[in-house]
């Protein structure tokens, strides 16, 4: 079934590491997207990219690096910069295919819950 | 102005009432809209596209007000399991060939027996 997957599900970390969330989707589908959501609150976009080997910066991308060098895979990076990590980490994918059905609607994965210690 | 602005409740209704909520936009240049429900701690899951003409999925409807720039979410008979938070999600049209997706805070629906 294709769909997205992140790992881990679950990750705790020290102060002062980096951590790489995974995404990978084989859904074909042109744009990827990592959120942060933070309890009672909206998803936030960290960043976000349409094309291979290009991706643009949301609302709160300090802290934060990405790469996209295949169509399946978009891994966020948490730097030790971020100052406040700790959060619940959403990557979503879509296709840009202008009014056909089923373009530009997000499919999410399930999601990655990052703990700092 | 936020980009997409949402009543976040909650909204405490019994079984079997009907429910609306609405969700206002600020770029008049939007051009698609969805509702999306998310369960706690689980990630969102679309329920509905909004559609100009306005659409109807069972018991959920949903519409949209280009001039007023809004959409709209109606749930009739209202279920325990329709508790969750119904997110609003708006897309521009292209600019420069980059289209950010833009999320409302979320409406908490909690239906009581």
């Known amino acids: 079934d294709g769909g997205i997957t992140q790992s881990p599900k679950y990750l705790f970390r020290k102060e002062g590491q980096n951590v790489t969330l995974s995404c990978e989707q084989n859904l074909n589908h042109d744009a990827m997207y990592w959120y942060r959501q933070d309890p009672g609150q909206g998803l936030r976009l960290i960043y976000y990219s349409q094309i291979v080997n290009d991706f643009q910066k949301g609302d709160i991308a300090e802290g934060y690096s990405v790469s996209r060098e295949k169509k399946e895979s978009f891994p966020l990076t948490v730097t030790s910069a971020q100052k406040n990590p700790t959060a619940f980490y959403l990557c979503?994918?879509?296709?840009?295919?202008?009014?056909?059905?089923?373009?530009?609607?997000?499919?999410f994965g399930a999601g990655s819950r990052l703990t700092v210690l | 102005r936020k980009e997409v602005e949402q009543d976040p409740g909650p909204f405490n209704v019994p079984e079997g009432a009907t429910v609306a909520f609405n969700c206002t936009y600020s770029n008049s240049a939007s051009q698609s809209f969805f509702w999306y429900r998310q369960d706690c701690r689980k990630e969102p899951k679309l329920l509905m596209s909004?559609?100009?003409s306005g659409n109807e999925d069972g018991r959920f409807t949903a519409q949209l007000n280009r001039a007023s720039q809004y959409i709209s979410l109606l749930i009739r008979d209202s279920k325990l399991s329709d508790s969750a938070t119904y997110l609003c999600v708006v897309n521009p049209r292209n600019s420069g060939g980059y289209q950010k997706v833009t999320f409302g805070i979320g409406t908490k629906l909690q239906v009581i027996p």
């Open positions: 909004v559609y100009s």
């Open positions: 979503a994918s879509r296709r840009l295919a202008g009014n056909t059905a089923g373009a530009n609607v997000l499919t």
